[in-house]
């Protein structure tokens, strides 16, 4: 990835029937699209800027996904890196670092987004995968978060749902709770809730998975 500019790219080996699903969700997530053809060619028919991003890297792409025969999403090392699953765009996960100014510090919780078929008129369904010690997240790995229900929007990115994910790790919201006994320790006794909510968070750093991705830095 061009830290800079934030590049980013998404590859496929051939146009099918959701093609155009993926140009445009890809696009509102600030990608830059390309077919194989204007890798090989060097040519972007969209005036896409290739300027900064090192030859080899994207032919080793290129390599990469004539031998696996799917799509691959390249990212550089960030706060939050997110992509499909195999060959299902519809179902995605993510990894997401426990912020700094928080007891999830250090943390690294996998989250799996699946896409409803009218999405992005009805909102994804986001849910941890890693354990959490928070009054908006269960057992279950479901978020009570407004976004994610009646404050949805279709010009929501799953970046800014990510970020909003993230903000909530910060600051709970124990007025709208998913687990009454946790919204009322953060009330009562905030230091024990953050020390359960750290121990949680380091007995479950051995579970955390990588997500379905293959990163690479542009450089």
């Known amino acids: 990835m061009d830290k800079g500019h934030k590049k980013c790219l998404i590859l496929w080996l051939r146009i ?3 093609a155009n699903f993926i140009f445009n969700f890809v696009k509102d997530n600030g990608l830059e699209v390309m077919t194989i053809e204007e890798i090989r060619s060097g040519i972007d028919t969209r005036g896409t800027e ?6 080899g890297v994207l032919m080793r792409a290129l390599r990469l996904l004539e031998q696996k025969g799917k799509a691959a999403i390249f990212k550089g090392t960030s706060a939050d890196d997110e992509g499909p ?5 519809f179902h995605w996960q993510a990894t997401i670092m426990g912020p700094s100014d928080s007891p999830y510090s250090g943390g690294v919780f996998l989250v799996t987004i699946h896409f409803p078929p ?8 986001v849910a941890f995968r890693t354990k959490v010690f928070h009054p908006n997240i269960n057992s279950n790995g479901s978020i009570c978060l407004d976004i994610l229900k009646d404050q949805w929007s279709p010009a929501l990115t799953i970046s800014k749902v990510l970020l909003s994910i993230c903000s909530l790790l910060t600051d709970p919201n124990p007025d709208d709770p998913l687990v009454p006994e946790i919204a009322h320790m953060y009330k009562t006794d905030r230091h024990k809730y953050e020390n359960t909510a750290r121990t949680w968070t380091q007995s479950a750093l051995h579970c955390a998975a990588d997500s379905s991705i293959v990163s690479l830095e542009l450089k």
């Open 50 to 55: 290739l300027e900064g991003i090192d030859r």
């Open 85 to 89: 699953v195999g060959e299902d765009m």
């Open 118 to 125: 009218d999405y992005p008129f009805k909102p994804p369904k």
């Open 16 to 18: 099918q029937d959701w």
